[in-house]
Protein backbone atom coordinates (compact mmCIF):
# COMPACT_ATOMS: atom_id res chain seq x y z
CA UNK A 1 0.00 0.00 0.00
CA UNK A 2 1.05 3.77 -0.53
CA UNK A 3 0.91 7.42 -0.91
CA UNK A 4 -0.39 9.22 -3.61
CA UNK A 5 2.25 9.06 -6.26
CA UNK A 6 4.08 6.82 -8.95
CA UNK A 7 5.55 3.42 -7.91
CA UNK A 8 8.74 3.35 -9.20
CA UNK A 9 11.58 1.17 -9.76
CA UNK A 10 14.61 3.33 -7.47
CA UNK A 11 17.13 2.25 -9.12
CA UNK A 12 15.91 4.48 -12.00
CA UNK A 13 16.63 7.56 -10.30
CA UNK A 14 15.22 11.21 -11.27
CA UNK A 15 13.83 11.65 -15.02
CA UNK A 16 11.45 11.14 -17.30
CA UNK A 17 9.04 8.17 -17.49
CA UNK A 18 5.85 7.01 -19.25
CA UNK A 19 2.78 6.18 -17.11
CA UNK A 20 1.61 2.78 -17.73
CA UNK A 21 -1.23 1.83 -15.31
CA UNK A 22 -3.23 3.38 -12.72
CA UNK A 23 -3.24 1.40 -9.40
CA UNK A 24 -6.10 3.16 -7.01
CA UNK A 25 -7.56 1.42 -4.06
CA UNK A 26 -8.72 -2.08 -4.50
CA UNK A 27 -7.55 -4.00 -7.22
CA UNK A 28 -6.39 -2.18 -10.06
CA UNK A 29 -3.04 -2.44 -12.03
CA UNK A 30 -3.10 -6.51 -11.28
CA UNK A 31 -1.75 -7.27 -14.62
CA UNK A 32 0.50 -4.67 -15.42
CA UNK A 33 4.33 -5.07 -14.27
CA UNK A 34 6.27 -2.04 -13.59
CA UNK A 35 9.55 -2.12 -14.99
CA UNK A 36 12.64 -0.45 -15.56
CA UNK A 37 12.17 2.94 -17.32
CA UNK A 38 8.70 3.32 -16.48
CA UNK A 39 6.30 4.25 -13.46
CA UNK A 40 2.95 3.76 -12.85
CA UNK A 41 0.28 6.13 -10.80
CA UNK A 42 -0.92 4.71 -7.18
CA UNK A 43 -3.35 6.39 -4.60
CA UNK A 44 -2.90 6.30 -1.38
CA UNK A 45 -4.19 2.71 -0.07
CA UNK A 46 -3.82 1.33 -3.37
CA UNK A 47 -1.72 -1.65 -3.88
CA UNK A 48 2.01 -1.25 -5.47
CA UNK A 49 2.51 -2.50 -8.89
CA UNK A 50 4.41 -5.19 -9.18
CA UNK A 51 8.14 -4.95 -10.30
CA UNK A 52 8.11 -1.43 -8.64
CA UNK A 53 9.80 -1.14 -5.23
CA UNK A 54 9.27 2.50 -4.09
CA UNK A 55 6.82 5.26 -4.04
CA UNK A 56 7.59 9.26 -5.46
CA UNK A 57 5.16 11.26 -4.23
CA UNK A 58 3.16 13.31 -6.41
CA UNK A 59 4.93 16.34 -4.42
CA UNK A 60 8.26 15.65 -5.70
CA UNK A 61 7.02 15.30 -9.69
CA UNK A 62 5.89 17.31 -12.30
CA UNK A 63 3.48 16.36 -15.36
CA UNK A 64 4.63 15.93 -18.78
CA UNK A 65 3.10 17.59 -21.50
CA UNK A 66 3.15 15.07 -24.66
CA UNK A 67 2.28 16.51 -27.89
CA UNK A 68 1.75 12.55 -29.76
CA UNK A 69 -1.09 11.98 -26.76
CA UNK A 70 -0.34 8.22 -26.89
CA UNK A 71 1.03 7.55 -23.23
CA UNK A 72 0.58 9.99 -20.10
CA UNK A 73 4.42 10.76 -18.95
CA UNK A 74 5.33 12.45 -15.74
CA UNK A 75 9.12 13.77 -14.32
CA UNK A 76 10.32 12.61 -11.12
CA UNK A 77 12.26 15.09 -9.26
CA UNK A 78 13.67 13.32 -6.88
CA UNK A 79 16.18 9.92 -5.92
CA UNK A 80 14.24 7.22 -3.16
CA UNK A 81 15.80 4.28 -1.54
CA UNK A 82 14.00 0.94 -1.81
CA UNK A 83 10.91 0.32 0.07
CA UNK A 84 10.27 4.59 0.25
CA UNK A 85 6.38 5.20 0.96
CA UNK A 86 4.94 1.64 0.72
CA UNK A 87 3.18 0.37 3.38
CA UNK A 88 3.97 -4.20 3.59
CA UNK A 89 0.82 -5.88 3.67
CA UNK A 90 0.67 -7.03 7.40
CA UNK A 91 3.36 -4.09 8.46
CA UNK A 92 0.45 -2.99 10.83
CA UNK A 93 -0.07 -5.96 12.71
CA UNK A 94 2.10 -9.10 12.93
CA UNK A 95 0.27 -12.62 12.27
CA UNK A 96 -0.41 -14.10 15.89
CA UNK A 97 -0.08 -10.20 17.31
CA UNK A 98 -2.51 -10.17 20.52
CA UNK A 99 -4.30 -6.93 19.95
CA UNK A 100 -6.49 -6.62 23.11
CA UNK A 101 -6.33 -8.39 26.45
CA UNK A 102 -8.80 -9.67 28.72
CA UNK A 103 -9.93 -6.89 30.77
CA UNK A 104 -9.22 -3.87 28.59
CA UNK A 105 -12.34 -1.50 27.96
CA UNK A 106 -13.67 -1.92 24.72
CA UNK A 107 -13.86 2.03 23.34
CA UNK A 108 -13.47 4.01 19.91
CA UNK A 109 -10.23 2.77 18.84
CA UNK A 110 -10.53 -0.74 20.07
CA UNK A 111 -13.69 -1.23 17.96
CA UNK A 112 -11.91 -0.35 15.06
CA UNK A 113 -9.00 -2.52 15.88
CA UNK A 114 -11.40 -5.19 15.96
CA UNK A 115 -13.12 -4.59 13.00
CA UNK A 116 -9.16 -4.08 10.82
CA UNK A 117 -8.65 -8.03 11.95
CA UNK A 118 -12.15 -9.28 11.93
CA UNK A 119 -13.77 -9.83 15.17
CA UNK A 120 -17.44 -8.90 15.28
CA UNK A 121 -18.04 -10.65 18.26
CA UNK A 122 -16.34 -10.48 21.78
CA UNK A 123 -17.27 -11.54 25.38
CA UNK A 124 -17.61 -8.68 27.16
CA UNK A 125 -18.95 -7.51 31.07
CA UNK A 126 -21.63 -5.12 31.07
CA UNK A 127 -21.09 -1.43 32.43
CA UNK A 128 -21.25 -1.92 36.28
CA UNK A 129 -24.03 0.92 37.30
CA UNK A 130 -22.70 2.61 40.93
CA UNK A 131 -25.90 4.09 42.88
CA UNK A 132 -24.01 6.65 45.64
CA UNK A 133 -25.99 7.90 48.67
CA UNK A 134 -24.72 9.92 51.71
CA UNK A 135 -26.61 9.83 55.00
CA UNK A 136 -26.47 12.40 57.74
CA UNK A 137 -28.62 15.35 59.22
CA UNK A 138 -25.27 17.13 59.50
CA UNK A 139 -24.62 16.90 55.47
CA UNK A 140 -24.98 19.64 53.36
CA UNK A 141 -23.99 20.21 49.48
CA UNK A 142 -20.75 21.09 48.60
CA UNK A 143 -22.35 24.85 47.34
CA UNK A 144 -23.71 25.53 50.63
CA UNK A 145 -21.99 28.57 51.30
CA UNK A 146 -22.68 29.40 55.13
CA UNK A 147 -22.42 26.33 57.53
CA UNK A 148 -25.02 25.85 60.02
CA UNK A 149 -24.71 24.85 63.45
CA UNK A 150 -23.21 21.50 63.65
CA UNK A 151 -23.48 21.37 59.39
CA UNK A 152 -20.17 19.86 57.12
CA UNK A 153 -20.48 19.67 53.71
CA UNK A 154 -20.61 16.50 51.84
CA UNK A 155 -17.25 15.43 50.89
CA UNK A 156 -17.92 11.66 50.18
CA UNK A 157 -20.46 11.44 47.58
CA UNK A 158 -19.06 13.47 44.82
CA UNK A 159 -15.36 11.48 45.69
CA UNK A 160 -16.97 8.23 45.16
CA UNK A 161 -19.34 9.11 42.30
CA UNK A 162 -15.72 10.78 40.91
CA UNK A 163 -13.66 7.46 41.88
CA UNK A 164 -16.95 5.27 39.89
CA UNK A 165 -16.40 7.34 36.76
CA UNK A 166 -12.70 7.12 36.14
CA UNK A 167 -13.65 3.17 36.91
CA UNK A 168 -15.32 4.05 33.92
CA UNK A 169 -18.59 3.28 35.85
CA UNK A 170 -22.27 4.14 34.92
CA UNK A 171 -23.15 6.56 38.31
CA UNK A 172 -26.33 7.20 39.72
CA UNK A 173 -26.26 9.99 42.13
CA UNK A 174 -28.74 9.52 45.30
CA UNK A 175 -28.22 12.64 46.90
CA UNK A 176 -28.12 13.07 50.70
CA UNK A 177 -31.14 11.13 52.68
CA UNK A 178 -31.24 12.38 56.39
CA UNK A 179 -31.60 9.67 59.88
CA UNK A 180 -34.57 8.64 59.67
CA UNK A 181 -35.92 4.63 58.34
CA UNK A 182 -38.52 6.36 56.26
CA UNK A 183 -35.80 8.55 54.07
CA UNK A 184 -32.99 5.75 54.12
CA UNK A 185 -35.73 3.40 52.73
CA UNK A 186 -37.19 5.05 50.46
CA UNK A 187 -34.23 6.23 48.55
CA UNK A 188 -32.24 2.83 48.65
CA UNK A 189 -35.68 1.05 47.77
CA UNK A 190 -35.73 2.83 44.57
CA UNK A 191 -31.52 2.31 43.74
CA UNK A 192 -32.89 -1.30 44.20
CA UNK A 193 -35.43 -1.32 41.85
CA UNK A 194 -33.65 0.66 39.50
CA UNK A 195 -31.35 -2.77 39.15
CA UNK A 196 -27.66 -0.86 40.09
CA UNK A 197 -25.16 -2.91 40.24
CA UNK A 198 -23.34 -1.07 43.51
CA UNK A 199 -24.66 1.00 45.85
CA UNK A 200 -22.57 2.80 47.79
CA UNK A 201 -23.55 4.11 50.85
CA UNK A 202 -21.74 6.64 53.18
CA UNK A 203 -22.48 7.13 56.85
CA UNK A 204 -24.81 5.73 59.40
CA UNK A 205 -22.52 2.21 59.92
CA UNK A 206 -21.98 3.45 63.81
CA UNK A 207 -23.44 1.75 67.02
CA UNK A 208 -25.24 5.17 67.36
CA UNK A 209 -29.28 5.01 67.18
CA UNK A 210 -29.22 7.32 64.56
CA UNK A 211 -26.89 4.82 62.74
CA UNK A 212 -29.70 3.24 60.32
CA UNK A 213 -27.84 2.30 57.56
CA UNK A 214 -26.68 -1.47 58.49
CA UNK A 215 -30.21 -2.34 60.69
CA UNK A 216 -32.11 -1.48 57.07
CA UNK A 217 -29.37 -2.90 54.92
CA UNK A 218 -30.13 -5.97 56.71
CA UNK A 219 -33.93 -5.97 55.69
CA UNK A 220 -33.01 -5.85 51.94
CA UNK A 221 -30.33 -8.58 51.37
CA UNK A 222 -27.70 -10.75 53.20
CA UNK A 223 -25.06 -9.09 55.31
CA UNK A 224 -21.46 -10.67 53.88
CA UNK A 225 -18.81 -9.26 55.86
CA UNK A 226 -19.04 -6.74 58.54
CA UNK A 227 -17.03 -4.60 60.96
CA UNK A 228 -15.14 -6.67 63.96
CA UNK A 229 -12.93 -5.68 66.00
CA UNK A 230 -12.05 -9.23 67.14
CA UNK A 231 -11.78 -10.51 63.49
CA UNK A 232 -9.00 -9.91 61.24
CA UNK A 233 -11.30 -9.60 58.00
CA UNK A 234 -9.96 -9.24 54.22
CA UNK A 235 -10.99 -5.71 52.97
CA UNK A 236 -11.20 -5.98 49.50
CA UNK A 237 -15.00 -5.94 48.88
CA UNK A 238 -15.55 -2.76 50.33
CA UNK A 239 -13.07 -0.33 52.25
CA UNK A 240 -13.25 2.59 54.71
CA UNK A 241 -10.81 5.30 56.56
CA UNK A 242 -11.78 6.52 59.73
CA UNK A 243 -10.58 10.26 60.24
CA UNK A 244 -12.55 10.87 63.35
CA UNK A 245 -10.25 13.20 65.80
CA UNK A 246 -8.55 11.08 68.00
CA UNK A 247 -8.67 8.00 65.90
CA UNK A 248 -5.64 6.85 64.37
CA UNK A 249 -6.75 6.07 60.42
CA UNK A 250 -7.26 2.55 59.56
CA UNK A 251 -8.84 0.55 57.04
CA UNK A 252 -12.57 -0.99 58.24
CA UNK A 253 -14.66 -3.21 56.17
CA UNK A 254 -17.86 -2.72 56.21
CA UNK A 255 -21.49 -3.56 55.57
CA UNK A 256 -22.19 -5.39 51.90
CA UNK A 257 -25.49 -6.12 50.71
CA UNK A 258 -25.92 -8.79 48.11
CA UNK A 259 -29.67 -8.75 46.87
CA UNK A 260 -31.17 -12.30 46.55
CA UNK A 261 -30.86 -11.40 42.63
CA UNK A 262 -27.24 -9.79 42.10
CA UNK A 263 -23.51 -10.61 42.45
CA UNK A 264 -20.80 -8.88 43.50
CA UNK A 265 -17.69 -7.72 42.52
CA UNK A 266 -14.47 -6.08 43.99
CA UNK A 267 -14.81 -2.62 44.67
CA UNK A 268 -11.83 -0.01 44.76
CA UNK A 269 -10.81 1.73 47.74
CA UNK A 270 -9.46 3.41 49.92
CA UNK A 271 -12.11 5.92 50.98
CA UNK A 272 -11.86 8.66 53.22
CA UNK A 273 -14.20 10.65 55.62
CA UNK A 274 -16.57 8.81 57.47
CA UNK A 275 -17.07 5.13 57.32
CA UNK A 276 -17.92 4.01 53.84
CA UNK A 277 -20.64 1.03 53.56
CA UNK A 278 -21.72 -0.62 50.06
Same mark, same amino acid.
Given at each position: ???????????? &??????? $????????? &?????? @???? #????????? #???? =???????????????????????? $???????????????????????????????????????????????????????????????????????????? $???????????????????????????????????? #???????? #??????????????????????????? $????????????????????????????????????? =???? @??????? @????????
Amino acid at each position: MAQDGYAVVSSD &GPGEYPI $ITESRAGND &GADVEV @TPGT #VAYVTTGGP #VPHG =ADSVVQIEDSEPVNDITNVRKRVK $ILVEVPRGHDIREVGSDIQKGAVVLRSGELIGIAEIGLLATVGVTTVKVYPTPKVAVLSTGDELVVPSTKSLGRGQ $IRDSNRPMLLTAALQYQCKVVDLGIACDSEESINKI #VDAAIESK #VDVLLTSGGVSMGDRDLVKPILKTKGT $ILFQKDRHQHLPATLALGVSTYPGVPPGVHPMGLIRP =ADRT @TQPIPGP @TTGNPIGC
